[in-house]
């Protein structure tokens, strides 16, 4: 446990624990704690990347009043590391898996705090489990923020999986697929030939660049049973019948940058936030921010962004 002091004279909290799930695994859950905190925000970290990278976005949180937890998704960071496989999230139905994984944690923690309001953020890979999470269990959310998220990857998503398919019935299930890395990330970084070992593409802080690819738990190549599943979960999640399954009053807001490649270049956020009006959600909010690129929360100026996902989620909060 850490404690270190914030705005205001109050003091934060910070402290890492597992819990266990359902199936006996354990998630890596870390809380960043305020003195009376207003609210309750949940942060779903992306693909091959650990909840500690957002340690800066998450004290400044609680400098603004709310209470933060996260957790290292199965396959990923300090998850991976005490049980399971880097870039693997289960045998079978994974994402699935890792959406009731989010709602334990959510349920445990919540609990603790005395089931204040709540608020979902999901980014990249977490923004689509986090869409999962709210055509499930919206009734439980407040609000909800999805940083960095895409639209339908429709026939080359079916292709991507159909290929991960054959090469998991060829080499197994937790078999490093290094093809589908190389394309999805060459394909991000394509439009940045100048960028630093192919990870340009999600910011334009160089430190920010440099400090994933030094990072032992960033930038690992995932399995074949991974792609499966994440290719599974965007076709879900798209699915116009689960899109209305959303409470109709959730607030909803979509950041990304104009140049994130994830979401084709802001063209996939809007087709997102479309979908979702389509369904009847009736406060559906996009931010889309000049020139950045997929981490808003790790860009040059990411005090303004900030200060922008703050404002919006503390808007008719009480």
Partial sequence: MAAGTIGRGSVMKKTEEFLEMEDGFKLHTVSWIP??????????????????RFDDFARFLTEQGYAVTGHDQRGHGYTAKRNGTFGFFAERDGFARVTEDARRVISITNERLGHLPFILFGHSMGSYIARRYIQLYSDGVRKVVLSGTGGSVKYQGHAAKAYAQAMARAFGKEQRNNLLTAVMFGQFN???????????????????????????????????????DLFSGISLIHDMKEVRKIRKGLPVFFASGSRDPVGDLGRGVFMAARQMADAGVDDVTVYLAEGARHELINELDKERYYAVIASWMDRDLE
Wanted: proline share 7%.
């Fill in 35 to 52: 003195e009376s905190p207003k609210a309750h925000v949940h942060l779903l970290h992306g693909m091959a990347e650990h909840i500690e």
């Fill in 190 to 228: 394509a439009q940045f030939p100048d960028a630093d070992a192919g990870f340009g593409w999600l910011s334009r802080d160089e430190a920010i660049v440099h400090s994933y690819i030094s990072d032992p738990l960033c930038g690992f190549i995932p399995t074949n049973q991974f792609y499966i």
